[in-house]
Every structure is written in C-alpha cells, then in structure tokens.
C-alpha cells in the first residue's frame, strides 16, 4: 500500500483550483510502489496521477519533475508533469511536496518475451539519447558514494559468506571506472513494474524517482538483469540479446562499454541487492514498504561473478 499520507477530496478540489484541469471527479488510493504516496485523480477535463513526495528532499524534486517533462517534449511516452497557475509543478498538499503528473494507459508486464524486452531495449536508447540535451544535473542518488555508505550499514546484518561476498564486490566496483563510460541521465530503476503496456506496444514509463547522471552502461545494466532474468536467477540469453540489440541499433555500444558490461551487470546488481537488504535488514520507522527479497539480486550477483555475460551485439 504507498497511500502514506491521505488527502481528502476537499482539501484536493481545493488545492485542483491552482490548476486548469477542471473539477474534481474522483479521488483513488494506488496501491503499488513503495516511495511516495500515490493517487490516480480524475476530473472533468482528464485523467492524472497526484503524488505526495514522502522522501525525496524538496529541493531534488525540480530535477525529477523537469526531467519528465523534457522527455515527454521530446516524444518518450513519460508522464508530463502539469503545471499550476504560477507556473510551478511542485506545489503543497497535506503538509507534503506535491505534484501532479498526466496518467497513462497500459499495465505492467510480469512475464515478457523478447519482443518486449526489444521494445524496452530501444525506449531506454531513445530515452538516454533525449536526456544528453537535458540541461538540469543530478549525480544517481544510488551511485558509489551511497553503496559504499549503504554497504556499511547493512553488513553487520550478513551472515559470514554473504559478507565475504559482498567485500569481494565492492573492492572490484572500487576498480571499475563508471567515470570513463558513456555518461548521462539514467533512469535507474527500470524495471517491469515501470513499463505499462497498452497491448504490445509502450504506453508509458514511470518513476523516474531514482534518476541521475551515470554511465548508461549501468542503466543497461539493471534493466536487462531485471527483465532478462528468468524465475531461477539466470539471465535468459534470448531476451538479453533482443533488449541489447535494439538498444545497440539505437545507440552503437562502445568499446570500453564492451569491455565494461560484466563489470556492470555486477554493479547493478549489487545496487539492488543493497538497497533491498536495507529496506528488509534497517525499514524506516513509519514507512509502509513493499520488501522485495534481497536474496533475489545476491543470487543474481552471484551468477554474474561466476558467469559473466558478453555483450552479443
Ligand atoms: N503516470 C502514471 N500513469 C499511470 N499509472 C501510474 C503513473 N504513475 C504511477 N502509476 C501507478 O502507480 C503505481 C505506483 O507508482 P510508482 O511511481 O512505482 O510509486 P513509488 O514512487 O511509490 O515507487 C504504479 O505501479 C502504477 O500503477
Ligand atoms: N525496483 C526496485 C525497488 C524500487 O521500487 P519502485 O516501486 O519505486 O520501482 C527493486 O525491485 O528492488
């Protein structure tokens, strides 16, 4: 459940007033995700997403919000953020940052094939091509500086082998050199929960919470082990080439990205084997989270260490 904070539907009819969206019509709860509180808003004039920001300080939030409105003017199925009568997208509701962002159509994919991972392969291509001519900068809020910090936090919960693996881990990412790849906006988390599909095709990718400047590589990285993974922790080597080959076809992979991409795949798996066993290990007081199991991306980090994988394109 992400409703953290309620809203009533006067205080929203209210607060909808700033906005030429129309009048209120309906007010509902969503209840997936696991940041920030969430509600789908329907009004006279169209349907929208209000999201009351829990987390991320105010000050960060314009990066996120702009963001999505420069891919959305370059043509990324993203949601575009609306804008009140002064001209703002953030604005104030409950005592929270708020923000209210068009709704688009489609729903999750749990089981894709390698059409979709094809899709998905050349939207992020699309999306890291739009985003070099984004003016705003923000480094990736889960870069090194905070695996390293998080890593210190969580592992005097680790049993003994998984510490020893962690270690072994993080002194190889220290070597990698993020810095001499491809860099610029990367979306961070996209995973199959943040693709709706209307039918076969995109018709929208969410949350853009955990965006940020990286290698892009990495942004490869963790969207093929989530969507390339099969339900025994093993990348499935058709679905990996069909999201490398059309991400490849819209923006030619490097050679120092070639030679960088099993380091990657680590990398982004570690991320999330981190930031889960955080959320199960150390869960913030007063947050309602959704806790993904940690085991899933130490298994995948293992396999990756054991058998790495070559970009076939
Ligand atoms: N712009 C949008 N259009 C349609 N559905 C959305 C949109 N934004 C969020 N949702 C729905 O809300 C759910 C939670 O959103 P998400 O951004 O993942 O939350 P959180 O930031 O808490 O992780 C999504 O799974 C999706 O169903
Ligand atoms: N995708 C991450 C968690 C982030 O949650 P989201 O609902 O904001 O996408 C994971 O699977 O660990």
Known sequence: MSVFTPV???????????????????????SAGVQNSNFFVTTTLGRYVLTLFEAIPRAELPFYLHL?????????????????RDN????????????????????????????????????????????????RRQDNPRGAAWRDAAAARVRPFLPADEQALLDIELA????????????????????????????????????????GHDALLFDVAVTVNDWCTTPRGELDPSRAE??????????????????????????????????RAEDFHLPKAGEMVLVKPPAEYRDILRRHIAAPHSLPV
Not at 70 to 81: D, I, S, T, Y
Not at 91 to 113: N, Q
């Open 8 to 30: 009533s539907t006067e205080e929203l009819s209210a607060w909808l007033g700033r906005y030429a969206v129309g009048r209120l019509v309906e007010l509902q709860g969503i």
């Open 68 to 84: 999505m409105a420069h891919l959305a003017r370059h043509g990324l199925p993203v949601p575009a953020p609306i804008a009140n």
């Open 88 to 135: 703002e997208y953030l604005g104030t509701l409950s005592g929270r940052p708020a923000a209210l962002v068009r709704r688009l159509s489609g729903h999750s994919e749990m089981t894709p094939g390698t059409a979709h991972c094809a899709c998905v392969g050349a939207m992020l291509a699309g999306l890291h091509l739009a985003g070099l001519s984004y003016g």
């Open 172 to 211: 190889f990412q220290t070597g990698v050199a993020y810095d001499r790849l491809p860099r610029g906006v990367i979306h961070a988390d996209l995973f199959r929960d943040n693709v709706l599909w209307d039918d076969d095709r995109i018709g929208g990718v969410i949350d853009f919470y955990f965006a």
């Open 242 to 275: 069909a999201l490398l080959a059309a991400y490849h076809a819209e923006r030619p992979f490097e050679a120092a990205e070639r030679d960088a991409w099993p380091a990657m795949l680590r990398g982004a798996a570690l991320r999330f084997w981190l930031s």
